[in-house]
């Protein structure tokens, strides 16, 4: 009997959790590994929950064909079990029992890398959230832990490695050319945790003294050929045990610990126990074929997946509504990790930048639209639909807000008393919050909203100054606007820190009435719990400039009267560099919004000197750190330009922060070749904070310089993508040359390093992907050309990161061609869409996303977006993935 997903989607309620009926205490696993039809013998010990309401074993399936079931050894009855949607329900069974499965599987037809499927004739196994059912029937939910021995059983020669999780206890040869390794996993653990590994790879390894002097193996698992590529992710897992020792006094559980990376993976990576399998993207690195974000992106990745060990895999959910309480939490951890990595002031302040830009672009826009939801889902229908930024960044964003709260020490001891308290369980939310306010011996009950509730809330600041008695009054009011299922909000507890500046911009000593302040304090966080409240500051001599929300201390909108001046003044002075950045962004974004408007009234485009000024004095102030100059001369993205209009014109956008690069160029042109020369990095490549700064600066100069038509500046990028000695600077050059609108003859000259840069790296995926990537966000690029490009030999839709390179990066990252008036783009996107959904709905369900905001367009494109929508809803064999997406967006 071959058992298929439910055929109506149901929604799933937080609000319907009942503990399992059974649990499950030991796992016995043998698998005959075997690409066509893998068996899959499965002996569980199982005990009845008497504090469940459910008499019955449940046990879920998809795609399953069921072999034998038994229970202590005797075939169950046809008349005791059923097998209806998924679910295989077992009636009457004793209290205690030893449950029998076998059955077989078809890893080869498995495209959609959820459960055991074939990746370059290698086996891999992803199973968060549900795909262990996808191996076998089990009570596949993340609050049944079991220990698990696994037997695997292969050809020697095709699988010549064999991994799973824990310890290697035994291996040996079998008859007829195959072979067998045997694992245990010592730690308890719920079946998103599986993992198995078997084929032709090869690792670097490496015996590791933790702090308390016990050895540990690493490793890092790759195909043959990739060996070279495997430092960076072995210098990052290193780093991230210390680290964790060092800062949480988290230490590695296991004698052994893996990482393998497999090129077909449907995300980042996966924190299975001892065992993390990784998307490529986040392992293989070398000079070549890696850029700055690439060995950063390889260090937060492998950093958050060990991280999980104790957050997520010691510590699990209760239920798959708590994700955030493990994604929330080491995502925080990992950017912590990165922060404390680079160790200067600015370069923490740096990464928390790019923390926010990502937060601000994507989850603020997710807030904002039909599938907003709460950091604790109330509902799904397809839980893979929820590993979303909000789950995610935003669900860090909370963390860090008790760590402002409760400050550095008093974070680490909610976290200690945390672990104290949950070692070994599968938890809520809750019980977070709780550690954090039993530990403190603060009310946070409030604090419980940021999980209830859905939308960014806005906070309005109003100032008033009073000479006479020398005070400053900030008034804070918040809102927040409704979101789908949920009309009413009740307010937040908010900190939000504040300096205030004086004339010299100086930071004062605060003063704030009715709360004790440390002395010498020059930032405090106010905390913000009522709709509207008023601060007041004493003994402030003369009318100051407020810094608000510093560092992003937390995840809102604020509101503000800033002035130009007081604006230049906060970018010139601040000594909080967030908010010092964040003032350029304010300059920026003000004029952006009045440049889209004027193209949209067809008035003349006009770029003020105090803008410009603002800028070159920031260019040009060597004692800032080169990374700090670069985000600042960053102008906010499109996307984010698009967050301030209730009506979004994508090209009129383009158009307008198109007109500022340009402009900007033209009159900083002296100063960005400065910036470029002062900013090259001769000799080794290096991926360290400071040469990476370096080279992040000179290369947003050199973009900055093609913006302005000119053949010498068109003759730097082709000397630096000749000479390159590293990715950064390639690609950095190509994407410059690409984008340079100019003669025929230089768009020759284009063409041809676009082309040579293929010739140049077929043999390397990852860098195939930058090269569709730069071409479905390249300027002159339309749903045509992406159509063109998907017959390129080496463009396929099967593989995630080849799928997302060219078609989410022209969907999601490339506006003002994918709004083309013509529909042209909603066109494309459906067709992807539906044949995204025959062979992987968890990607087809990621690009499906990308009509999610419709409403906001004008009439003209609200039509056809909603017509292509409604095509792909009306789509026969709709995955409840994209099922869920599109019905939420048409609702
Ligand atoms: N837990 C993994 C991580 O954050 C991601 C798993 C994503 N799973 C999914 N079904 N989308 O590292
Ligand atoms: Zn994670």
Redesign the pocket.
């Known amino acids: 009997m071959r058992t298929d997903t439910p055929s109506t989607p149901l929604t799933i309620y937080r609000k319907d959790y009942i503990a399992p009926g059974f649990w499950v205490d030991t796992v016995e696993m043998g698998f005959d590994l075997d690409p066509i039809a893998t068996h899959v013998a499965t002996r569980m010990t199982m005990r009845r929950n008497p504090e469940s309401s459910e008499k019955d074993i449940v046990l879920f399936g998809e795609s399953l064909k069921l072999l034998q079931l038994r229970i202590n050894g005797v075939s169950v009855k046809k008349s005791s079990y059923s097998i209806e949607n998924g679910i295989l329900r077992i009636r009457n069974a004793p209290d205690e029992l030893t449950l029998d499965i076998e059955t077989l599987i078809q890893p080869a037809k498995n495209t959609s890398l959820?459960g055991l499927y074939v990746s370059n004739n290698n086996f891999f196994t992803?199973c968060?959230?549900e795909g262990f059912r996808k191996i076998t029937f089990f009570p596949d939910r993340p609050d049944v832990m079991a220990k698990y021995t696994v037997m695997l059983r292969g050809d020697k020669k095709k699988y010549p490695v064999l991994l799973s999780n824990g310890n290697l206890i035994a291996e040996g040869d079998l008859p007829g050319g195959r072979h067998f390794a045997k694992w245990e996993d010592p730690f308890k653990k719920p079946s998103y945790l599986f993992a198995l590994v078997a084929g032709k790879l090869v690792c670097q390894q490496e015996k590791y003294k933790l702090k308390s002097g016990r050895k540990v193996l690493l490793q890092v698992w790759v195909e043959d050929g990739n060996l070279d590529k495997t430092q960076h992710a072995m210098d990052s897992l290193k780093n991230s045990i210390r680290w964790d020792e060092e800062r949480f006094g988290l230490e590695l559980d296991l004698d052994r610990f893996m990482i393998v990376a497999v090129s077909d993976f449907?995300?980042?990576?996966?924190?299975n126990k001892g065992l993390n399998i990784f998307n490529t993207k986040y392992v293989l690195a070398n000079p070549s074929i890696a850029t700055d974000v690439d060995y950063a992106g390889i260090e937060s990745v492998v950093g958050?997946?060990y991280f999980?060990n104790w957050t997520?895999n010691r510590v699990t959910c209760r239920d798959w509504f708590q994700l955030s309480l493990k994604?929330g939490l080491?995502v925080f951890r990992d950017q912590e990790f990165s922060a404390d990595l680079v160790g200067t002031a600015t370069g923490r302040a740096v990464k928390r930048i790019e923390d926010v830009r990502l937060l601000r672009q994507v989850q603020f826009s997710e807030d904002a639209g039909p599938m907003a939801h709460p950091v604790r889902p109330d509902s799904f229908v397809e839980?893979?639909n929820f590993?979303t930024v909000t789950i995610?960044e935003k669900g860090s964003e909370v963390v860090r807000m008790y760590y402002t709260l409760l400050g550095h020490d008093g974070f680490r001891k909610g976290m200690d008393l945390y672990f104290q308290r949950h070692d070994g369980q599968a938890v809520e939310c809750d019980d977070f919050r709780a550690a954090m306010a039993d530990s403190s011996g603060r009310n946070l009950k409030q604090f419980e909203r940021w999980y209830s509730q859905a939308g960014t809330p806005r906070v309005k600041v109003e100032s008033s100054y009073d000479k006479a008695s020398k005070t400053y009054e900030l008034t804070l009011s918040q809102s927040c606007p409704a979101t789908p299922g949920q009309s009413k909000k009740l307010p937040f507890h908010i900190p939000v820190a504040v300096g205030l500046l004086n004339s010299n911009g100086k930071d004062l000593v605060l003063n704030l009435e009715g709360q004790a302040t440390p002395s010498k304090a020059t930032t405090v966080v106010l905390e913000l719990t009522s709709a509207k409240q008023t601060f007041r500051f004493t003994g402030v001599a003369k009318k100051p400039v407020p810094s608000i929300l510093r560092n992003f201390s937390a995840p809102v909108v604020l509101e503000y009267e800033y002035t130009d001046e007081e604006l230049g003044h906060l970018l010139a002075h601040d000594s909080d560099a967030f908010n010092r950045w964040e003032a350029g962004q304010r300059l920026a974004m003000r004029r952006l919004v009045k440049l889209t408007k004027s193209v949209l009234q067809g008035e003349a485009l006009e770029l003020d000197s105090m803008f410009v000024e603002a800028l070159r004095s920031t260019l040009n102030d060597r004692t800032l750190d080169p990374s700090f100059r670069e985000l600042v001369l960053t102008l906010p993205s499109e996307a984010m330009v698009a967050e301030e209009f209730k009506e979004v014109n994508p090209q009129a956008i383009h158009q307008a922060r198109q007109f500022m690069r340009s402009s900007l160029t033209q009159q900083l042109r002296a100063d960005l070749l400065t910036a470029y020369e002062e900013n090259l990095t001769p000799g080794k490549y290096s991926p360290d904070a400071v040469s990476a700064a370096k080279r992040g600066l000179k290369n947003l100069a050199l973009s900055y310089l093609l913006e302005w038509p000119e053949d010498a500046t068109f003759a730097l990028a082709k000397t630096q993508f000749d000479e390159a000695q590293n990715m950064t600077d390639r690609l950095a050059a190509l994407t410059a040359l690409t984008n340079f609108s100019g003669s025929a003859k230089n768009a020759k000259v284009s063409a041809q390093a676009l082309q040579k840069f293929f010739r140049d790296f077929k043999k390397e995926a990852l860098v195939i992907d930058k090269w569709f990537m730069l071409q479905g966000t390249a300027r002159t690029t339309d749903a045509a050309k992406v159509r063109e490009l998907m017959k390129h030999p080496a463009f396929t839709l099967s593989n995630p990161n080849r799928a997302r390179s060219l078609a989410f990066s022209f969907c999601n990252a490339n506006p003002s061609r994918f709004h083309a008036a013509d529909g042209s783009g909603y066109a494309l996107w459906a067709d992807l869409v539906v044949a995204l959904n025959k062979l992987n709905p968890?990607v087809a369900a990621r690009l499906a996303r990308s009509l999610d905001r419709w409403r906001k367009y004008p009439k003209a494109l609200q039509v056809q977006m909603k017509a292509a929508l409604q095509r792909v809803a009306d789509t026969s064999k709709l995955s409840k993935d994209v099922l869920e997406v599109v019905t939420k967006a048409l609702a």
């Open positions: 959820s992803q968060e959230a449907n995300m980042g990576a996966m924190e958050h997946e999980h997520g994604e080491t839980i893979n590993y995610y968890q």
